[in-house]
């Protein structure tokens, strides 16, 4: 059972707009640490997709947005596209700078 | 390029030990941190730990302390992961990650190795 809660899928049409949600406690991401996002494609090593909530790594399509408030945080992901299925997974941290990560969310592009 | 390589598969017995490489290359391995994730089948991440390549200090996750030993070596811009005592559940690709500060923020793992699948089994 992760800390961080994800649900464990979401599908969607090509085209449409999809968010993953991430919550999370006031011991981990309502303690004002950071929530980072990563996809992890097939076969795969994860991939750094958010940081620090809301921004995108270089080479990061912009159809990809992450935000916070309170405990939980988001992923959205709009323009949906067949190269988008895949888990993602968010990540923050407790108070004693363990990492946490959710349980993972399988995105379906119907 | 900034990559992280990995060292190959092993196949262990419970109760034996793995040690697993991770060789950086393209930035200034000083500067960053490396965390261990693993995976097992079917499962999501966990995180294992953390170890800083500059000095030295590690954070491990509690249910591993007195199992895991992380360290560097600088010389090489390499890290190691060492799991002793292994049993079945301890099946899993285990990937090593630089953790990258911005700012003020939290870490992040910006890049990852290739992963590194471990079989216990008898």
């Known amino acids: 059972q992760s800390v961080l809660t994800q649900p464990p899928s979401v599908s969607g049409a090509p085209g449409q707009r999809v968010t993953i949600s991430c919550t999370g406690s006031?011991?981990?991401?309502?303690?004002?640490?950071?929530v980072h996002w990563y996809q992890q494609l097939p076969g795969t090593a994860p991939k750094l997709l958010i940081y620090?909530?809301?921004n995108r790594p270089s080479g990061v399509p912009d159809r990809f947005s992450g935000s916070k408030s309170g405990t939980s945080a988001s992923l959205a992901i709009s323009g949906l596209q067949a190269e988008d299925e895949a888990d993602y997974y968010c990540?923050?941290?407790?108070?004693?700078?363990?990492?946490?990560f959710g349980g993972g969310t399988k995105l379906t592009v119907l | 390029q900034v990559q992280l390589v990995q060292s190959g598969a092993e196949v262990k017995k419970p109760g034996a030990s793995v040690k697993v490489s991770c060789k950086a290359s393209?930035?200034?391995?000083?500067?960053?941190?490396i965390s261990w994730v693993r995976q097992a089948p079917g499962q999501g991440l966990e995180w294992m730990g953390w170890?800083?390549?500059?000095?030295?200090?590690?954070n491990y996750a509690q249910k591993l302390q007195g199992r895991v030993t992380m360290t560097t070596d600088t010389s090489t811009s390499t890290a190691y992961m060492e799991l002793r005592s292994l049993r079945s559940d301890d099946t899993a690709v285990y990937y090593c990650?630089?953790?990258?500060?911005?700012?003020?923020?939290?870490?992040?793992?910006?890049?990852w190795g290739q992963g590194t699948t471990v079989t216990v089994s008898s």
């Open positions: 990650a630089r953790e990258a500060y911005y700012g003020s923020g939290s870490p992040s793992m910006d890049v």
């Open positions: 393209g930035y200034t391995f000083t500067s960053y941190g």
């Open positions: 170890i800083s390549a500059y000095n030295g200090n590690t």
């Open positions: 006031s011991s981990n991401i309502g303690a004002g640490y950071d």
């Open positions: 620090g909530n809301s």
């Open positions: 990540q923050s941290y407790d108070s004693s700078l363990s990492a946490l």
